[in-house]
């Protein structure tokens, strides 16, 4: 907060009661730079006035040279504008027209007090908890620049703005309503994250592939995405030198496993296919036979 915006903000003259608190509460979040970058909805809840009037009365600031806006946007994410205000004028007159504008009259209200005690002010009350994030039609805007920056560190850039884009079509379908969007979006990068794939280093296709030549016979493998089998093959693979040497121990294993008219899977006698041929235990069984 800069005490001298806010100085210079109570003797503006803006031609309008609810306009003048929309400026005294944009001083209020501003540097000694006169800049801050409050999101609509943190001004119509710290002012009890709808988003829209907020909306209006900063255009009018803005044509009568008040402020000016700087616009932001990030891939899909919709930011905070960032708000330059300009107060050095200090008070000016009101601007013509005012009596109609949105939100009441222009004329000032004197205060008469009668008694020679000090008028005690009430205390105000303290300021609620800042949004992190909100949410619109037009998508997930982030009013915490060091949240933002803690997410693109931990799952980089690229990975948060496509979450962010999936995350809006999920809420947009299923007309979810959330109280801390903030923590909804942290759990949805989290769970994002530990859901995708590290195929680095595997050539999981062309086992699936080698499998196919090799047991013509066994069932076919008709989902290749399928996020289990391949991160069945990937442990596979990652477990031991021998089995990243490619055709020289896949070939001679996917040989054996085509000799096999059963495997015990889950706890049952089953066809053998490439999901339980990869499975621990059975894969540890095939590899050790002999034949």
């Known amino acids: 907060m800069s005490m001298l915006l806010m100085v210079k903000a109570m003797k503006a003259k803006v031609g309008n009661p609810l306009r003048k608190l929309v400026l005294i509460k ?54 905070s504008n960032i708000f330059h205000l300009s107060l050095e004028g200090g008070a000016v007159a009101a601007l013509p027209g005012a ?3 949105l939100g009441g009259g222009a004329a000032d209200a004197p205060r008469t007090s009668h008694s020679l005690e000090p008028v005690k002010e009430p205390d105000a009350p303290s300021a609620p908890k800042r949004t992190k ?12 620049c060091d949240l933002l920056n803690a997410w693109q560190e931990a ?20 007309k979810s309503k959330k109280k801390d969007w903030a923590r909804f979006l942290t759990n949805w990068m989290a769970n994002s994250k530990a859901d995708s794939l590290d195929e680095a280093g ?74 339980a041929l990869v499975s621990r235990a059975i894969f540890r069984e095939i590899s050790e036979a002999k034949q």
Do not use: M
Not at 155 to 174: D, M, P, R, S
Not at 226 to 242: A, T
């Open 133 to 144: 994030v909100t949410f619109t039609e037009e998508g997930f805007t982030i009013h915490d």
């Open 155 to 174: 799952y980089g850039k690229q990975h948060v703005e496509n979450e962010l884009a999936k995350a809006k079509a999920w809420v947009i379908a299923t």
């Open 202 to 275: 595997c050539p999981v296709d062309q086992i699936i592939d080698l499998y196919h030549k090799v047991c013509p016979n066994l069932p076919r493998v008709t989902v290749t995405t399928d996020k289990v089998l391949r991160g069945l093959i990937v442990e596979r693979w990652r477990e031991s030198v021998d089995h990243q040497s490619g055709k020289d121990f896949w070939l001679p294993f996917f040989t054996k496993a085509n000799n096999r008219n059963q495997v015990f899977y889950r706890g049952a006698n089953v066809e053998p296919r490439l999901e």
């Open 99 to 101: 009596a109609d504008a």
């Open 26 to 79: 944009l001083a209020d979040n501003a540097n000694d730079s006169g800049e801050c970058w409050p999101s609509y909805q943190h001004i119509a809840d710290q002012c009890e006035i709808s988003r829209t009037t907020v909306k209006v009365h900063i255009r009018e600031l803005e044509k009568a040279g008040f402020l000016r806006r700087e616009f932001r946007r990030n891939g899909e994410l919709n930011q």
